[in-house]
Protein backbone atom coordinates (compact mmCIF):
# COMPACT_ATOMS: atom_id res chain seq x y z
CA UNK A 1 0.00 0.00 0.00
CA UNK A 2 1.49 3.30 -1.07
CA UNK A 3 1.16 6.21 2.14
CA UNK A 4 0.02 9.79 1.38
CA UNK A 5 3.39 10.91 2.15
CA UNK A 6 4.89 9.04 -0.96
CA UNK A 7 2.00 9.96 -3.15
CA UNK A 8 2.59 13.45 -2.37
CA UNK A 9 5.89 13.34 -3.28
CA UNK A 10 5.21 11.65 -6.47
CA UNK A 11 2.96 14.61 -7.39
CA UNK A 12 5.37 17.06 -6.53
CA UNK A 13 8.05 15.28 -9.06
CA UNK A 14 5.30 15.11 -11.60
CA UNK A 15 4.23 18.83 -10.89
CA UNK A 16 8.10 20.16 -11.07
CA UNK A 17 8.50 18.41 -14.13
CA UNK A 18 5.68 19.73 -16.16
CA UNK A 19 6.64 23.08 -14.75
CA UNK A 20 10.50 22.86 -15.90
CA UNK A 21 9.33 21.73 -19.12
CA UNK A 22 7.20 24.83 -19.49
CA UNK A 23 10.10 27.30 -17.94
CA UNK A 24 12.45 25.82 -20.69
CA UNK A 25 9.99 26.50 -23.70
CA UNK A 26 10.03 29.78 -22.67
CA UNK A 27 13.37 30.60 -22.18
CA UNK A 28 14.07 29.02 -26.01
CA UNK A 29 10.75 31.49 -27.04
CA UNK A 30 12.18 34.51 -25.67
CA UNK A 31 16.14 33.58 -26.98
CA UNK A 32 15.22 33.59 -30.61
CA UNK A 33 16.35 37.50 -31.66
CA UNK A 34 13.50 39.86 -32.44
CA UNK A 35 14.76 40.30 -35.85
CA UNK A 36 14.94 36.84 -36.59
CA UNK A 37 11.50 36.31 -37.63
CA UNK A 38 11.28 39.52 -39.94
CA UNK A 39 14.56 39.22 -41.80
CA UNK A 40 13.90 39.76 -45.37
CA UNK A 41 11.27 42.04 -46.94
CA UNK A 42 8.55 40.52 -46.73
CA UNK A 43 8.85 39.25 -42.67
CA UNK A 44 8.24 35.08 -41.30
CA UNK A 45 9.87 32.55 -41.01
CA UNK A 46 13.51 32.89 -42.93
CA UNK A 47 16.75 30.48 -43.07
CA UNK A 48 18.25 32.28 -39.93
CA UNK A 49 15.27 31.28 -38.25
CA UNK A 50 15.42 27.36 -39.10
CA UNK A 51 18.72 27.00 -39.09
CA UNK A 52 20.32 24.32 -37.24
CA UNK A 53 16.86 22.40 -36.92
CA UNK A 54 17.30 19.00 -39.51
CA UNK A 55 13.96 17.77 -41.34
CA UNK A 56 12.69 14.73 -40.32
CA UNK A 57 9.81 12.61 -42.20
CA UNK A 58 6.45 12.75 -40.19
CA UNK A 59 3.66 11.27 -42.77
CA UNK A 60 1.89 10.38 -44.04
CA UNK A 61 1.78 7.92 -40.91
CA UNK A 62 3.58 5.19 -39.45
CA UNK A 63 1.95 2.16 -40.46
CA UNK A 64 3.55 1.68 -44.10
CA UNK A 65 4.05 -1.91 -42.64
CA UNK A 66 0.70 -2.83 -42.86
CA UNK A 67 -0.38 -5.74 -44.79
CA UNK A 68 -3.70 -5.70 -46.57
CA UNK A 69 -3.15 -8.70 -49.36
CA UNK A 70 -1.04 -10.81 -50.61
CA UNK A 71 -1.03 -12.63 -54.06
CA UNK A 72 1.48 -15.52 -55.29
CA UNK A 73 2.03 -16.92 -58.55
CA UNK A 74 0.75 -20.14 -59.66
CA UNK A 75 3.47 -20.25 -62.18
CA UNK A 76 6.37 -19.54 -59.51
CA UNK A 77 5.62 -20.12 -55.80
CA UNK A 78 8.70 -17.78 -55.03
CA UNK A 79 7.11 -14.75 -56.74
CA UNK A 80 5.04 -12.53 -54.47
CA UNK A 81 3.09 -9.28 -54.35
CA UNK A 82 2.60 -7.40 -51.48
CA UNK A 83 -0.28 -4.77 -51.01
CA UNK A 84 0.38 -2.18 -48.22
CA UNK A 85 -2.15 -0.28 -46.47
CA UNK A 86 0.31 2.73 -46.56
CA UNK A 87 2.98 2.14 -48.50
CA UNK A 88 2.00 0.96 -52.62
CA UNK A 89 3.06 -3.03 -53.75
CA UNK A 90 6.15 -4.80 -53.43
CA UNK A 91 7.32 -7.82 -55.28
CA UNK A 92 9.41 -10.31 -54.07
CA UNK A 93 11.12 -13.16 -56.97
CA UNK A 94 12.66 -15.25 -54.39
CA UNK A 95 10.58 -15.83 -51.73
CA UNK A 96 11.09 -13.25 -49.57
CA UNK A 97 14.50 -12.63 -49.04
CA UNK A 98 14.35 -9.54 -51.16
CA UNK A 99 11.73 -7.12 -51.87
CA UNK A 100 10.70 -4.60 -54.55
CA UNK A 101 8.61 -1.59 -54.76
CA UNK A 102 6.81 -1.32 -57.58
CA UNK A 103 4.34 1.10 -57.01
CA UNK A 104 5.59 4.23 -55.90
CA UNK A 105 5.43 6.00 -58.98
CA UNK A 106 1.57 5.77 -58.87
CA UNK A 107 -0.47 8.52 -57.25
CA UNK A 108 -2.12 6.18 -54.33
CA UNK A 109 -0.17 5.16 -51.99
CA UNK A 110 -2.80 3.65 -50.02
CA UNK A 111 -3.68 -0.32 -51.80
CA UNK A 112 -6.32 -2.40 -50.41
CA UNK A 113 -5.78 -5.52 -53.18
CA UNK A 114 -3.67 -6.98 -55.01
CA UNK A 115 -4.74 -10.21 -57.78
CA UNK A 116 -3.29 -12.16 -60.37
CA UNK A 117 -4.84 -13.29 -63.66
CA UNK A 118 -4.75 -16.84 -63.04
CA UNK A 119 -4.78 -17.53 -66.66
CA UNK A 120 -1.55 -15.43 -67.45
CA UNK A 121 -0.10 -14.46 -63.90
CA UNK A 122 2.25 -11.63 -65.32
CA UNK A 123 -1.00 -9.73 -65.65
CA UNK A 124 -1.52 -7.75 -62.11
CA UNK A 125 -4.18 -6.05 -60.46
CA UNK A 126 -4.16 -3.71 -57.98
CA UNK A 127 -7.31 -1.70 -55.72
CA UNK A 128 -6.50 1.32 -54.06
CA UNK A 129 -7.42 2.55 -50.61
CA UNK A 130 -7.48 0.59 -48.09
CA UNK A 131 -10.17 -1.25 -47.19
CA UNK A 132 -10.37 -1.02 -43.54
CA UNK A 133 -12.70 1.78 -42.18
CA UNK A 134 -10.14 3.42 -39.23
CA UNK A 135 -9.66 7.36 -38.80
CA UNK A 136 -5.90 6.79 -40.57
CA UNK A 137 -6.60 5.16 -43.62
CA UNK A 138 -5.90 6.66 -46.73
CA UNK A 139 -8.14 6.66 -49.56
CA UNK A 140 -7.02 5.84 -53.38
CA UNK A 141 -8.03 6.40 -56.97
CA UNK A 142 -9.48 2.97 -58.09
CA UNK A 143 -7.62 0.07 -60.16
CA UNK A 144 -4.43 -0.28 -61.89
CA UNK A 145 -3.25 -2.94 -63.87
CA UNK A 146 0.13 -4.00 -65.11
CA UNK A 147 0.90 -6.50 -68.23
CA UNK A 148 4.40 -7.30 -67.40
CA UNK A 149 4.61 -8.21 -64.03
CA UNK A 150 4.45 -4.74 -62.05
CA UNK A 151 6.85 -2.88 -64.16
CA UNK A 152 4.52 -0.83 -65.44
CA UNK A 153 0.87 0.16 -64.57
CA UNK A 154 -1.99 1.67 -66.10
CA UNK A 155 -4.97 3.40 -64.36
CA UNK A 156 -8.00 1.87 -65.27
CA UNK A 157 -10.74 3.35 -63.97
CA UNK A 158 -13.66 3.47 -61.06
CA UNK A 159 -11.10 6.38 -59.56
CA UNK A 160 -14.13 7.63 -57.03
CA UNK A 161 -14.40 4.31 -55.34
CA UNK A 162 -11.62 5.35 -52.87
CA UNK A 163 -11.54 2.17 -51.19
CA UNK A 164 -11.46 -1.45 -52.91
CA UNK A 165 -12.00 -4.52 -51.03
CA UNK A 166 -11.32 -7.75 -53.81
CA UNK A 167 -10.44 -7.95 -57.33
CA UNK A 168 -11.32 -11.32 -58.99
CA UNK A 169 -10.51 -12.53 -62.36
CA UNK A 170 -12.45 -15.22 -64.08
CA UNK A 171 -9.77 -17.38 -65.27
CA UNK A 172 -11.58 -18.74 -68.43
CA UNK A 173 -10.89 -15.30 -69.62
CA UNK A 174 -8.69 -12.87 -68.52
CA UNK A 175 -10.60 -9.85 -69.66
CA UNK A 176 -13.40 -10.72 -67.53
CA UNK A 177 -12.87 -8.84 -63.87
CA UNK A 178 -15.16 -8.08 -60.79
CA UNK A 179 -14.15 -5.23 -58.62
CA UNK A 180 -15.45 -5.02 -55.15
CA UNK A 181 -15.98 -0.97 -54.37
CA UNK A 182 -16.33 -0.04 -50.73
CA UNK A 183 -16.58 3.38 -52.11
CA UNK A 184 -15.66 6.80 -49.84
CA UNK A 185 -15.33 6.26 -45.84
CA UNK A 186 -16.20 9.88 -45.11
CA UNK A 187 -19.05 10.27 -47.01
CA UNK A 188 -21.90 9.32 -49.48
CA UNK A 189 -21.87 8.31 -52.73
CA UNK A 190 -19.07 7.89 -55.23
CA UNK A 191 -18.62 4.29 -57.02
CA UNK A 192 -19.50 1.80 -54.84
CA UNK A 193 -20.68 -1.87 -54.84
CA UNK A 194 -19.67 -4.79 -57.35
CA UNK A 195 -18.38 -3.97 -60.84
CA UNK A 196 -18.01 -6.00 -63.48
CA UNK A 197 -15.20 -5.63 -66.71
CA UNK A 198 -15.37 -8.01 -70.06
CA UNK A 199 -12.67 -5.92 -71.56
CA UNK A 200 -9.57 -6.27 -69.16
CA UNK A 201 -11.08 -2.98 -67.58
CA UNK A 202 -11.79 -0.06 -70.66
CA UNK A 203 -15.08 -0.30 -69.52
CA UNK A 204 -16.99 -1.11 -66.13
CA UNK A 205 -20.46 -2.14 -65.57
CA UNK A 206 -22.11 -1.98 -61.76
CA UNK A 207 -23.53 -4.95 -61.63
CA UNK A 208 -24.40 -4.92 -57.91
CA UNK A 209 -25.93 -1.62 -56.40
CA UNK A 210 -27.29 -1.11 -52.84
CA UNK A 211 -27.68 2.63 -52.49
CA UNK A 212 -25.28 5.42 -51.97
CA UNK A 213 -24.07 4.25 -48.42
CA UNK A 214 -23.34 0.73 -49.00
CA UNK A 215 -20.62 -0.79 -51.16
CA UNK A 216 -19.44 -4.21 -51.42
CA UNK A 217 -16.12 -5.39 -49.17
CA UNK A 218 -15.97 -8.79 -50.74
CA UNK A 219 -16.45 -10.87 -53.74
CA UNK A 220 -15.98 -14.58 -53.88
CA UNK A 221 -16.10 -17.27 -57.18
CA UNK A 222 -16.89 -20.57 -56.89
CA UNK A 223 -13.55 -22.63 -58.51
CA UNK A 224 -16.12 -25.09 -59.77
CA UNK A 225 -18.27 -22.76 -61.98
CA UNK A 226 -16.71 -18.99 -61.91
CA UNK A 227 -20.23 -18.09 -63.07
CA UNK A 228 -21.01 -18.23 -59.85
CA UNK A 229 -20.25 -15.92 -57.55
CA UNK A 230 -21.40 -14.43 -53.60
CA UNK A 231 -20.77 -10.67 -52.86
CA UNK A 232 -20.63 -9.21 -49.05
CA UNK A 233 -22.27 -5.78 -49.54
CA UNK A 234 -21.33 -3.60 -46.13
CA UNK A 235 -22.44 -0.36 -45.17
CA UNK A 236 -20.61 1.90 -43.37
CA UNK A 237 -20.02 5.74 -42.43
CA UNK A 238 -16.71 7.65 -40.71
CA UNK A 239 -17.26 10.18 -38.73
CA UNK A 240 -14.54 11.58 -36.58
CA UNK A 241 -15.88 10.81 -33.54
CA UNK A 242 -17.46 7.12 -34.61
CA UNK A 243 -17.87 5.09 -37.17
CA UNK A 244 -21.02 3.99 -38.06
CA UNK A 245 -20.31 0.21 -39.19
CA UNK A 246 -22.92 -1.48 -40.28
CA UNK A 247 -26.64 -1.36 -41.28
CA UNK A 248 -29.79 -2.41 -43.50
CA UNK A 249 -27.78 -2.45 -46.20
CA UNK A 250 -25.32 -5.32 -45.50
CA UNK A 251 -25.78 -8.52 -46.39
CA UNK A 252 -24.72 -11.55 -48.65
CA UNK A 253 -25.60 -11.64 -52.12
CA UNK A 254 -25.11 -14.47 -55.06
CA UNK A 255 -25.15 -14.89 -59.02
CA UNK A 256 -25.46 -17.74 -60.56
CA UNK A 257 -25.36 -16.13 -63.87
CA UNK A 258 -21.64 -14.71 -63.80
CA UNK A 259 -22.85 -11.40 -61.76
CA UNK A 260 -26.41 -10.69 -64.56
CA UNK A 261 -28.73 -11.14 -61.59
CA UNK A 262 -28.06 -10.80 -57.89
CA UNK A 263 -30.40 -12.14 -54.90
CA UNK A 264 -29.98 -11.65 -50.94
CA UNK A 265 -29.57 -15.11 -49.51
CA UNK A 266 -30.94 -14.95 -45.78
CA UNK A 267 -31.79 -18.22 -44.74
CA UNK A 268 -30.18 -18.65 -41.27
CA UNK A 269 -28.54 -15.86 -41.31
CA UNK A 270 -29.31 -12.64 -38.82
CA UNK A 271 -32.43 -10.96 -39.33
CA UNK A 272 -31.13 -7.66 -37.45
CA UNK A 273 -28.53 -5.53 -39.06
CA UNK A 274 -25.46 -6.81 -40.10
CA UNK A 275 -22.32 -4.78 -40.62
CA UNK A 276 -18.52 -6.32 -41.95
CA UNK A 277 -18.97 -9.51 -43.46
CA UNK A 278 -15.93 -11.58 -44.60
CA UNK A 279 -16.37 -14.67 -47.32
CA UNK A 280 -14.92 -17.69 -48.22
CA UNK A 281 -15.70 -20.43 -50.89
CA UNK A 282 -14.24 -24.37 -50.00
CA UNK A 283 -11.64 -24.80 -52.56
CA UNK A 284 -11.52 -28.40 -51.35
CA UNK A 285 -15.68 -28.34 -51.85
CA UNK A 286 -17.12 -25.49 -53.16
CA UNK A 287 -20.61 -26.68 -51.94
CA UNK A 288 -19.54 -25.34 -48.37
CA UNK A 289 -19.13 -21.47 -48.17
CA UNK A 290 -18.09 -19.64 -44.65
CA UNK A 291 -18.89 -16.16 -43.71
CA UNK A 292 -17.95 -14.05 -40.63
CA UNK A 293 -20.21 -11.82 -39.52
CA UNK A 294 -20.86 -8.78 -37.77
CA UNK A 295 -24.02 -8.20 -36.13
CA UNK A 296 -25.96 -7.62 -32.63
CA UNK A 297 -24.24 -9.90 -29.90
CA UNK A 298 -27.35 -12.40 -30.30
CA UNK A 299 -26.43 -12.84 -33.61
CA UNK A 300 -23.00 -12.35 -34.50
CA UNK A 301 -20.63 -14.97 -35.60
CA UNK A 302 -19.18 -17.24 -37.69
CA UNK A 303 -21.48 -19.05 -40.09
CA UNK A 304 -21.95 -22.36 -42.55
CA UNK A 305 -23.43 -22.83 -45.30
CA UNK A 306 -23.33 -26.58 -47.05
CA UNK A 307 -25.40 -25.79 -49.99
CA UNK A 308 -23.47 -23.38 -51.79
CA UNK A 309 -25.12 -20.21 -50.03
CA UNK A 310 -28.63 -21.00 -49.67
CA UNK A 311 -29.12 -21.85 -46.29
CA UNK A 312 -26.55 -21.30 -43.55
CA UNK A 313 -25.94 -21.89 -39.65
CA UNK A 314 -24.40 -20.50 -37.02
CA UNK A 315 -21.14 -22.49 -35.63
CA UNK A 316 -19.52 -19.96 -33.14
CA UNK A 317 -20.09 -16.71 -31.70
CA UNK A 318 -16.68 -15.70 -32.87
CA UNK A 319 -15.79 -12.70 -34.91
CA UNK A 320 -12.75 -10.36 -35.35
CA UNK A 321 -12.24 -8.10 -32.25
CA UNK A 322 -9.64 -6.02 -31.13
CA UNK A 323 -10.50 -2.10 -32.59
CA UNK A 324 -13.27 -3.85 -34.19
CA UNK A 325 -14.18 -6.01 -37.23
CA UNK A 326 -14.24 -3.06 -39.84
CA UNK A 327 -10.08 -3.32 -39.26
CA UNK A 328 -10.19 -7.41 -39.65
CA UNK A 329 -12.96 -9.44 -40.46
CA UNK A 330 -11.58 -11.73 -43.45
CA UNK A 331 -11.44 -15.14 -43.94
CA UNK A 332 -9.66 -17.78 -45.79
CA UNK A 333 -10.45 -21.09 -46.74
CA UNK A 334 -8.00 -24.73 -47.41
CA UNK A 335 -7.10 -25.16 -50.18
CA UNK A 336 -7.22 -28.88 -48.97
CA UNK A 337 -9.07 -29.43 -46.12
CA UNK A 338 -13.24 -28.43 -46.36
CA UNK A 339 -13.07 -27.88 -42.75
CA UNK A 340 -9.56 -25.93 -41.69
CA UNK A 341 -10.64 -22.08 -42.37
CA UNK A 342 -8.47 -18.81 -40.92
CA UNK A 343 -9.72 -15.95 -39.97
CA UNK A 344 -7.59 -12.23 -40.00
CA UNK A 345 -7.49 -10.42 -36.26
CA UNK A 346 -5.25 -9.24 -33.75
CA UNK A 347 -4.03 -12.85 -33.35
CA UNK A 348 -4.97 -15.00 -36.51
CA UNK A 349 -7.23 -17.66 -35.60
CA UNK A 350 -7.80 -21.00 -37.40
CA UNK A 351 -10.41 -23.71 -36.89
CA UNK A 352 -10.08 -27.71 -37.97
CA UNK A 353 -13.82 -28.32 -37.76
CA UNK A 354 -15.68 -26.02 -39.59
CA UNK A 355 -16.23 -23.40 -37.55
CA UNK A 356 -17.16 -25.29 -34.30
CA UNK A 357 -14.13 -24.27 -32.36
CA UNK A 358 -11.24 -21.86 -32.70
CA UNK A 359 -7.81 -21.23 -31.31
CA UNK A 360 -4.70 -18.97 -32.10
CA UNK A 361 -1.87 -19.16 -34.36
CA UNK A 362 1.29 -18.21 -32.58
CA UNK A 363 1.75 -16.31 -29.37
CA UNK A 364 1.90 -12.95 -31.27
CA UNK A 365 5.96 -12.53 -30.32
CA UNK A 366 6.78 -14.42 -33.33
CA UNK A 367 5.95 -11.03 -35.62
CA UNK A 368 3.90 -7.96 -35.14
CA UNK A 369 0.01 -8.94 -33.81
CA UNK A 370 -3.06 -7.74 -36.17
CA UNK A 371 -3.40 -9.94 -39.30
CA UNK A 372 -5.46 -8.39 -42.32
Avoid at 1 to 25: D, F, G, K
Avoid at 77 to 105: H, L, M, Q, R
Avoid at 282 to 288: R, T
Amino acid sequence: MVSNATQTEVLVVRYASRSLLVLLLLVVAFSIPANSATDGDEGGITAATLKGLALRSVGPALMGGRIADIAISPRNVSTWYVAVGSGGVWKTDNAGVTWTPIFDDQPSYSVGCVTLDPSDPDVVWVGTGENVSGRHVGWGDGVYRSPDGGQTWQQMGLETSEHIGKIVVDPRDGNVVYVAAEGPLWSSGGERGLYKSIDGGDTWNQVLGIDENTGVTDVEMDPRDPDVLYAAAYQRRRHIWSLLAGGPGSGIYKSTDAGENWRRIERGLPKGDMGKVGLAVSPADPDVVYATIEAAEDERGFYRSRDRGESWEKRNEYISNGTGPHYYQEIVASPTDVDRVYQMDVFLHVTYDGGANFEILGTGREKHSDNH
